[in-house]
């Protein structure tokens, strides 16, 4: 049996009572089985149908499964593939949800009620989500599940994306009854796959660390990835993948799991006693709960699931492509952004507004076009233990005031722009001292600091409107083109002081959905400035910060060699044009690393780019090679920053890297090579390029002879002998 429409992307099958969620290369196809479950049937490449009782087969086991029908032995929760399962009622995997009612139990019984198909997608009440410019883009099914018993509804909604191969899920609770529910759990989504046989790929670090790669075979039990720390953290980022074991950069299964959300997540995998796997990911149960009166509602993240059968290049490919252009919003989505001077690295606290004014003169001389000017202009802030909350700008450093200041940088011809961190407050701050109960506390208990400062609590308004005020205060004051929004601490102490003790594990998430109001607040009223988010580098480089700011300082660690690390593990889910990416000083800040200036520049290229050093510094001949890096970049960064990335070579698996921009045309490319530690008498060597288009014909940079597409991609373009450490090579392609 087909489907009855099969041209739509979301198609029901009456007579199976079946739905297949089509892409333009995938299917999703779950069931409403027997006694109103719904279970989850296939995803992966397109097929056009799913004969549901072969895939069913098998599912009764014995005692230890139990039955939640008597009447049907063949039936257990524990073997079923789901949807969104419970815990209690014969399943004993990890549940979607937990919900406590009154009378102090955990049980609950979601079964089949409705459903509608409907063009385009909604937005989700107070979160970040993806979206389309126009209905035709998706379809969306929503499913309403129901407890009578109770009078709860969850409505499951999956979009499915006409061009991308992307499914998105959320969840929304519905307390119909007229009794209190708690909600313990609350994941976006949940899913079953038939066999255990992958891998695992998650991105961990630390700060100045961010986003390693890490793959490893799925084991028995549950892996799992989480963040606790009250943003999505530089420890674990909020996405997970699934991998068949011979999967490559170009070939293979894929199943990605990103969440839409910047706080506390989990992310896992659990493989079972039947060695299926289920996987999820979600606001983190831990330490959460969410009381849901009468009539109210609870609405879950986003998780945006992307499957490719041609490899992880294709699967961040899909992300980077509806990332960029259907999560990043406003007038810089699709604009090359300005290359930046930063003078974090090159004064930090102690700067005037002549040693800013002679940065940003000799930024012009170099081609730069916006001087962003860190963290120290206001309050009494000379290091960083002091004058957080406190936006007013310090007059000893900038006696004349920013207006002026911004004001003489526009002059020069350069645009202006400034850092903010909003989220925080100094114990040492008039703030703190006129407000000491608006940071995140719990009563008689310590407030630990970290970097002397403290986390403002987010979950009160009258919080959020204070920051939204001084902020928008500052922004209307001077010609200000861009913003940094840094974050430097995690949660502590989580607690509020507005909240009634039973709502107290809400404080957490409610922080996320105030930050996210007071950030769409300030961005909605300040279209014409380009916000960067920041958290002491890459602390919350997440798809929920690049819904409100299209880019996001990928870490504090500027060294060439680690950032190889850090912007390749960054390339699997974030598209270029959201990492920013600086050239900064030797021996460097982080590591004490000499790298040549080349390297620092062709690492830096590959993001938005920029520099973070006293540029007064530089000699003649240094002067001559920035502005040769920055005219170079001028060409290139519409195809930077809009093209299609493949990675070539990884560096975490050894001492070289590589990879190449693509134009969407296939008409232009940009390739770096880059080798770490020079080699005694090293290999002759290749690069095989990827994504070119094999029937044109190519030019190279520094190549007298053109070469075809078929040619670079097969047979490569060959690696320069190279003297010495921190090498790197670019080429630039065109067709002909
Ligand atoms: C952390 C950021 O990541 C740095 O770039 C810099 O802005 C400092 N904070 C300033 O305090």
Same mark, same amino acid.
């Not at 004058?387 to 004001?407: C, E, F, M, R």
């Not at 403002?456 to 929004?485: F, G, M, N, Q, T």
């Not at 890459?538 to 504090?556: I, K």
């Given at each position: ?19 297949? *969620? ?64 419970? #815990? ?35 937005? *989700? ?340 409107? #204070? ?178 990335? #493949? ?90």
């Amino acid at each position: 049996m087909y489907y009855n429409e099969i041209c739509m992307s979301i198609a029901f099958n009456e007579l199976e009572k079946t739905f297949n *969620l089509q892409s333009k290369n995938t299917s999703y196809v779950l069931q409403i089985h027997r006694d109103g479950y719904l279970v989850h049937l296939y995803w992966g490449k397109k097929i056009k149908k799913v004969n549901a009782e072969e895939l069913l087969a098998l599912t009764g086991r014995g005692s230890f499964s139990p039955n939640p029908n008597p009447e049907d032995n063949e039936l257990s929760l524990d073997t079923l593939p789901q949807e969104y399962p419970a #815990y209690g009622n014969s399943d004993f995997r990890a549940p979607a949800y937990c919900i406590q009612l009154e009378n102090g139990s955990t049980i609950t019984d979601l079964r089949y009620e409705s459903f509608t198909i409907k063009k385009g997608k909604t937005t *989700l009440e107070g979160l970040p989500a993806t979206y389309v410019e126009s209905d035709d883009e998706a379809e969306t099914l929503e499913i309403t599940l129901a407890d009578p018993l109770i009078k709860l509804k969850v409505v499951l909604s999956y979009t499915v994306y006409k061009d991308y191969d992307v499914i998105t899920r959320n969840v929304k609770f519905i307390n119909k009854g007229t009794s209190n529910l708690k909600l313990l759990r609350a994941l976006s989504m949940s899913l079953d796959f038939d066999s255990n046989n992958y891998d695992f790929l998650h991105l961990h670090g630390a700060w100045a660390r961010e986003r390693h790669v890490e793959r490893t075979s799925l084991l028995n039990g549950t892996q799992s990835i989480e963040s606790r720390r009250g943003a999505s953290s530089h420890a674990h980022n909020p996405f997970i993948a699934l991998l068949s074991k011979d999967a490559t950069e170009d070939y293979g299964d894929v199943y990605g799991f990103s969440l839409v959300y910047s706080g506390n997540f989990l992310a896992q995998a659990e493989v079972d006693q039947y060695y299926t796997t289920r996987v999820s990911i979600g606001i983190n149960p831990f330490d959460f709960s969410w009381l849901l009166e009468p009539e109210q509602s609870f609405q879950t993240p986003e998780a945006v699931m992307v499957y490719s059968s041609n490899g992880l290049g294709e699967m961040s490919r899909t992300y980077h492509k509806l990332y960029r252009t259907r999560l990043c919003r406003g007038k810089f989505r699709d604009k090359t952004r300005p290359i930046l001077v930063n003078n974090w690295e090159a004064t930090y606290f102690n700067f005037n507004a002549e040693k800013i004014e002679s940065i940003a003169k000799a930024g012009k001389e170099l081609g730069i076009e916006l001087f962003v000017l860190d963290d120290g202009w206001f309050g009494k802030r000379d290091n960083d233990d002091c004058s957080l909350g406190d936006w007013v700008v310090d007059a000893k450093k900038l006696p004349n005031g920013l207006d002026t200041l911004a004001k003489h940088v526009n002059e020069l011809g350069l645009q202006f722009g400034l850092w903010f961190e909003p989220e925080m407050v100094s114990p040492d701050s008039d703030l703190y001292r006129r407000h000491p109960d608006w940071c995140l506390h719990v009563p008689d208990r310590i407030r630990s600091q970290a970097r002397k400062q403290l986390v403002l609590d987010l979950s009160r308004e009258d919080v959020c409107d #204070y920051i939204v005020r001084s902020v928008c205060d500052i922004l209307k004051s001077a010609p200000i083109s861009y913003v940094k929004w840094d974050m430097n601490r995690n949660m502590t102490e989580i607690g509020s002081e507005n909240l009634p003790r039973e709502r107290q594990r809400e404080t957490a998430h409610r922080y996320i959905l105030g930050l996210y109001k007071v950030i769409d607040r300030i961005t909605s009223k300040f279209p014409n400035v380009l916000f960067e988010s920041c958290s002491g580098g890459g602390g919350r480089f997440d798809p929920g910060m690049l819904f409100y700011m299209p880019q996001t300082w990928t870490s504090d660690n500027t060294d060439a060699v680690e950032r190889l690390k850090i912007q390749y593990g960054t390339s699997i889910v974030y598209p270029i044009s959201t990492m920013g990416a600086h050239v900064s000083a030797i021996p460097n800040h982080q590591v004490h690393r000499n790298t040549s200036l080349k390297m620092r520049g062709d690492v830096a290229m590959s993001g938005n780019f920029g520099y973070e050093l006293d540029l007064t510094k530089f000699t003649d001949k240094e002067k001559e090679v920035v502005k040769e890096q920055i005219t170079h970049y001028k060409k290139l960064r519409e195809l930077i920053q809009f093209g299609d990335f #493949y990675r070539l070579l990884n560096p975490f698996k050894g001492n070289e890297a590589a990879w190449m921009v693509v134009s969407t045309d296939k008409t232009q490319a940009f390739a770096v090579y880059f080798r770490v530690l020079a080699l005694p008498n090293a290999a002759i060597r290749k690069l095989q390029l990827k994504g070119l288009d094999s029937t044109k014909e190519y030019s190279v940079s520094h190549k007298s002879v053109t070469f075809g597409g078929d040619e670079l991609m097969y047979s490569g373009l060959s690696i320069p002998e190279l003297q010495g450490d921190y090498q790197s090579v670019v080429w630039t392609l065109k067709s002909i």
